[in-house]
Structures are given as C-alpha cells and as structure tokens.
C-alpha cells in the first residue's frame, strides 16, 4: 500500500485548501482512509476519516472541513474552509489495511492570521 499526497500551502485565516490522497494497492471502500494532523509541539490528531460512505471528524474540524472519496480510485480529498491559525500543521494521509495503517508523506497547511 502507497500514499500519494497532493494540496497544502500557505493561506490567510478565513481561506480555503483542500488536500488530495491517492491511495495504491487492495484498498477498497471498507478500508478507513483519511487525514491526521500534527502541529509543533503536539501529538498528532485526527482531522477526518472516511469509510463505506460514512466520515468522521474531529471535534475541532467538525462543520468547517469536509471528506469526500472516490472508491474507484481510491482517492480522497479534503475540504478545508474557514481555516484558523490552529490548523496550522503538517497533514498527514493515512490508510488502514488489515492490522496496519499506512501513511503518506506529509504536506505542510499554513493559515496566517
């Protein structure tokens, strides 16, 4: 299993980003796939994750970011609007596959106030 992981950047408070992740190998719609987060000096978080049509969200997401995913090429993206200072971090994707989870390499998001 391989991430491949696109979007990011810098964007001024109240702005929007969306992120991208591709997903390749036996990876289909059961398999939970999304996004984690991990600013300076923070554990890393859950951002959203997806699977077999139903999202969950962190509390500190919920309403402003939304996951989408195309099964059919194990894609998901990533809508953030309304994005704060506090979502500054580096977004991590990641995909659960059997026992194991997977993750792609990180794409830094900046929110400038």
């Keep these: 299993v391989q991430l491949q992981a696109s979007g990011g950047g810098l964007v001024q408070a109240g702005g ?4 991208s992740c591709q997903a390749s190998g036996p990876i289909s719609s059961i398999n939970p796939m999304g996004w984690f987060r ?10 959203a ?12 997401v919920q309403g402003r ?16 609007n309304s994005l704060k200072p506090e979502d500054t971090a580096v ?5 659960a596959y059997r026992t194991n989870s997977y993750w792609g390499q990180g794409t830094l998001v900046t929110v400038s106030s």
């Design 16 to 19: 929007s980003l969306r992120l």
């Design 38 to 47: 991990q600013a300076p000096g923070k554990q890393r978080e859950l951002v």
């Design 49 to 60: 994750t997806i699977a077999s049509g139903v999202a969950n969200y962190g509390d500190s």
């Design 65 to 80: 970011f939304t996951i989408s995913r195309d099964d059919a090429t194990n894609t998901v993206v990533l809508q953030m």
């Design 91 to 95: 977004y991590y994707c990641s995909v």
